[in-house]
């Protein structure tokens, strides 16, 4: 994992058991991660997700809402942080709900330090990848809005495939006119290639497209991400 990412990240937890939130944060603490710790998931809906890529420990059964709520909840506000649900009890059901929606993983109780750890990295290195993805998509937006009306008209024509000549019949201009078009809107969208020009202006059309969601990425597994080795293991059922 980049050392940077490890420096800023930050990991939550969610866990109304004051002795597996004492075992989480020495874990979690012990491999350089900041980490913030809640008894119930409305104190964590009230409260700031860090302006850094972060992950969300949370435990199925909660006190006044369980964590598949939270779950929902954070979903229909918006809110993107990447969730590692743990559980004391096995409910295939419950954990195919959770997965369906969005999980990085849902480990049972007890499980290996390993484990948790590898879920956390991966589900870090999403959202650290879902930031860097949306910033990029802020950065094309503004972009795109420096252009021209005339710029927007001659670009969305070559994007389409379209000649200059073509182009220009189209928009009742010169060749000449629709290459210096062309040229600027290049240089304003720091385009290098047509191929550059394409792809950036397919992300334009993914951030303002209705009911299109900005930044979203498939799922990947967590067992490919590895996170520091940890020999010890520590026992997270509940009394």
Request: charged share 25%; glycine share 4%; hydrophobic share 45%.
């Amino acid at each position: 994992m980049d050392e940077n990412l490890t420096r800023e990240a930050v990991v939550i937890v969610i866990e109304d058991d004051a002795s597996v939130r004492a075992a989480v944060k020495e874990l979690i603490e012990s491999v350089g991660l900041k980490i913030r710790i809640y008894q119930s998931g409305v104190a964590f809906l009230d409260a700031t997700i860090p302006d850094a890529a972060s992950c969300l420990i949370l435990d199925v059964r909660l006190p006044e809402m369980s964590g598949i709520k939270v779950q929902e909840e954070l979903s229909r506000a918006g809110r993107h942080v990447p969730i590692v649900f743990i559980s004391g009890y096995a409910d295939v059901v419950m954990a195919v709900r959770a997965m369906k929606a969005g999980a990085v993983d849902f480990l049972t109780k007890p499980f290996r330090s390993q484990d948790l750890l590898d879920a956390v990295f991966a589900a870090l290195e999403r959202d650290s990848a879902r930031r860097k993805m949306q910033q990029w998509q802020s950065t094309l937006r503004q972009h795109y809005e420096s252009l021209s009306a005339r710029e927007r008209q001659v670009v969305t024509r070559v994007v389409a495939g379209k000649l200059n000549k073509q182009i220009a019949a189209d928009l009742r201009l010169s060749e000449v006119t629709v290459k210096v078009h062309r040229a600027n809107a290049m240089r304003k969208m720091r385009a290098a290639s047509l191929a550059d020009l394409v792809k950036m202006l397919e992300h334009c059309d993914t951030t303002t497209a209705p009911g299109r969601e900005s930044g979203t990425f498939a799922m990947s597994s967590s067992r490919s991400h590895k996170g520091p080795n940890v020999e010890r293991e520590h026992n997270y059922l509940k009394p």
